[in-house]
């Protein structure tokens, strides 16, 4: 075996290893929100179509379409639910993710093991890690968006491979095909990663790239929009016009999208030092292809970015950085063997020493940021200042201090994005879907339940759920919920999640709303449950007009081992 087939394997075995360690510190159970998906998903695989509600109009309140078809196609084909198909499919795509990452830092970083080996360990156990959990789209959506970027790079330096430029130039418009169809807004990511390649081609690879683009993507994805509007009836997604809220940018999620680049400020330093040590020419055109994903991130200041469960709306490009930091590293990293240990390199030796005792403490101390910055660039300059002043102290007598330096920054990266991923919410099943599998013993008597918790109740009691929110619901998005509207709908339960310091704060008029709706209309106040203390509560409504108001209230209220606040019939 080549040593460079053997480092190759090294490297995909240890990013393998890592995601599955890291799979096994999270919990089983996908988030709430994901459900929202399973519910459109069992409907479709059912036979009823993207239905929110059976027999009702098809609405596009769950937003990863191509997800959404999977998630059926995988319950019909192998008969796994739509949960268990989530969790494998998931998994299967995080594990393709890892691996596209070990090929591509490797064949970048001019395969040297550690620049492939420090991007791919800390993409494996990084978000990723939670997102394949979640049971959302977000690891797809990860892999489609870090093969766009690599495509691009093919595309432009196709190197020793010239039969990779062509097929890269058909595979970036398909890629972003598929991207648009995971989620919407990939449409955006593919746009500006096409009108990179564009700057980037010369005049015949424009033109090739400009047809594979028509072909590809623009008819298909012209099709796929044609469908689509006429099957939902509307031009966007429905969630689209509720997360819009009416406002061009939301400027209070500033802070969230600041704190993924805060997050990545060590990568970013690595990126400008590699920048800074290429041609201007070369530096520019590695600029154009990290410009997608410097952008990308900010263009969830248009919407509120509701369910943004483990970050999953920023997070997508963080592998695309750490490849570039890879690609940064290796040139930096002297090839060679160890100088010889003699009072001439002792200064070298205690450097070693000083970089692997950081490797030491990395695991078990959260080092701030700044200190691993600024430690990084002390070690990077010091390097280059040596190699420059000592003529007979060349490249290869810098290989073991350059060695160190690097695995400490692949252990504190790698456990830096580990005590991210286990720092997002975790998911444990609550009252919602104990309440749900209750309820669901009713679910052929046509009850009607208004929840603002769209996932586990809806998907677990297979009612007839109206989103008093808007998510899934065409009317409250265009027209907003009202009591009208509610009378309508002539609900039996009401269920609402009350929180002092709502997050959107127009979340508290919907509160009001349904709570003076239930007090207005004499509906019986059957539960309130603690969710995380006191003022984090789930309130549910019974319609005592309902034949069935008492079992309902049984159901809510017959669970031990939730807190509850209050239960109909206890004072």
Known sequence: MKRSTLTLFVVMLFGVLGLLIAQAGHPLAPSEDAYITYRYARNLAEGHGIVWNVGEDPVEGGTEFLWTVLLAATNRMMGLSIEDAAQRLNLMVGLLAVLAMALAAFAFSGRRLLPALFATLAFAVGPLSYHIR????????????????????????????????????????????????????????????????????????????????????????????????????????????????????????????????????????????????????????????????????????????????????????????????????????????????????????????TAVGFILFAPFVALERMALMVGLAAALAGMQFLEGRFEDMRTQQFALAATAVALALVVFNAQAAFRLANSFYPTVFDDRKAVGGALAPFAQKGYTLVATEAGWIPYFSRWRAIDPFGLNDEHVAHHGLDFDYLDEQHPDIIMYHQVKNPHPPRWADMVTLLRDYAEARGFVLAAVVERKGPEDLHVYWVNPRNPDADALIRAITGHDEFTYQYKAGEE
């Open 134 to 353: 979640a049971g959302f789209a977000t690891p797809l959506f990860t892999l489609l968006m870090f093969l766009m970027t690599v495509l691009v790079h093919l595309a432009a330096y196709p190197g020793r491979q010239p039969w990779a430029r062509p097929w890269s130039l058909m595979l970036l418009p398909l890629t972003g095909l598929i991207l648009g169809l995971t989620r919407p807004e990939g449409v955006l990511f593919a746009g500006l990663t096409l009108i990179a390649a564009f700057i980037l081609m010369d005049g015949r690879g424009r033109r090739q790239l400009a047809l594979a683009t028509l072909a590809l993507l623009l008819i298909p994805g012209a099709i796929y929009f044609l469908w689509r509007w006429q099957y939902f009836g509307y031009v966007l997604p429905n969630t689209f016009y509720v997360k819009n809220a009416g406002e061009w940018l939301h400027m209070r999620y500033f802070p969230e999208i600041y704190a993924l680049f805060r997050f990545m400020a060590p990568l970013l330093m690595l990126i400008g030092i590699g920048l800074y040590r290429l041609p201007p020419r070369d530096a520019v055109n590695k600029l154009i292809i990290l410009a997608p994903a410097f952008i990308f991130p900010w263009s969830y200041l248009l919407i509120d970015q509701l369910q943004n469960l483990g970050k999953r709306f920023q997070y997508p490009v963080y592998p695309i950085f750490l490849l570039a930091a890879a690609m940064a590293l290796a040139p930096l990293l002297p090839r060679g063997q160890p100088p010889a240990l003699n009072r001439r390199n002792l200064a070298l030796y205690v450097a070693t020493l």
